[in-house]
């Protein structure tokens, strides 16, 4: 009896602090920037898409020339999501009412 309970304390500490120890994890992600130029006012028609190298493409299954061949936004996030990749955020810029609308979007996939 007097060396289970200390057996039992050991085994309870150990617990405690491996449950610590994987509760506190940082996730790490790679993240990925495209840039999409968009006709004004057109729905999501996409004028050109543009990916530049990115440490994050390599050893991926995404490739740049596959992302910049789409036309359409919603297809580029279909292809993204299907690579599992996580919309992240989007940003525009918008000059005028008849310029091109420049947006990033950003992707991210867990390491």
Not at 13 to 36: C, G, P
Request: no cysteine.
């Amino acid at each position: 009896m007097k060396k289970i309970i200390p057996n039992l304390l050991v085994f309870v500490f150990i617990i405690f602090v491996v449950n610590t120890a994987v509760s506190q994890e940082i996730v790490k992600y790679d993240y990925l920037e495209v840039i999409v130029v968009q006709k004004a006012n057109n729905r999501g028609k996409v004028k050109r898409i543009r990916v530049e190298e990115q440490t994050s493409l390599v050893g991926k299954t995404i490739s740049i020339d596959e992302m910049e061949d789409i036309k359409e936004t919603s297809t580029l996030l279909n292809y993204m999501n299907a690579a599992n990749w996580e919309f992240f955020d989007r940003k525009a810029i918008v000059s005028d009412d008849n310029d091109p609308v420049w947006m990033s979007y950003f992707f991210r996939k867990q390491k």
